[in-house]
Nanobody, 123 residues
């Protein structure tokens, strides 16, 4: 059974940084495309960043230049480095494993979700 455990969230002031981690188990991590999503109150869940098995990355326009996704196959972990945080980045962030790409767009499909972790950016 695939398990995804997020860590690294919390409260930070605007302009600050956080690094989210998503540790996986029960899956062949190196064969999985990975993604980070977020959901703010009253809004739909949206893709923040994704990384392919070949380490190609793509980002939502709202986070380009501020967020960086990376993966460590030996540790079976995906990371999201978030810099220059803004209040509008406040959301629950979810890790996802096993999505599919259509072109450069990552779709979660029938993959696995983490429980989510809160990120709050104060102004």
């Amino acid at each position: 059974q695939v398990q995804l455990v997020e860590s690294g969230g919390g409260l930070v002031q605007a302009g600050g940084s956080l690094r989210l981690s998503c540790a996986t188990s029960g899956t062949t991590f190196s064969l999985k495309h990975m993604g980070w999503f977020r959901q703010a109150p009253g809004k739909q869940r949206e893709l923040v960043a994704a990384i392919s098995t070949g380490r190609s990355t793509n980002y939502a326009d709202s986070v380009k230049g501020r967020f960086t996704i990376s993966r460590d196959n030996a540790k079976k972990t995906v990371y999201l480095q978030m810099n220059s945080l803004k209040p509008e980045d406040t959301a629950v962030y979810y890790c996802h494993a096993g999505g599919q790409y259509t072109g450069s767009t990552y779709y979660p499909g029938v993959g696995s979700w983490g429980q989510g972790i809160q990120v709050t950016v104060s102004s």
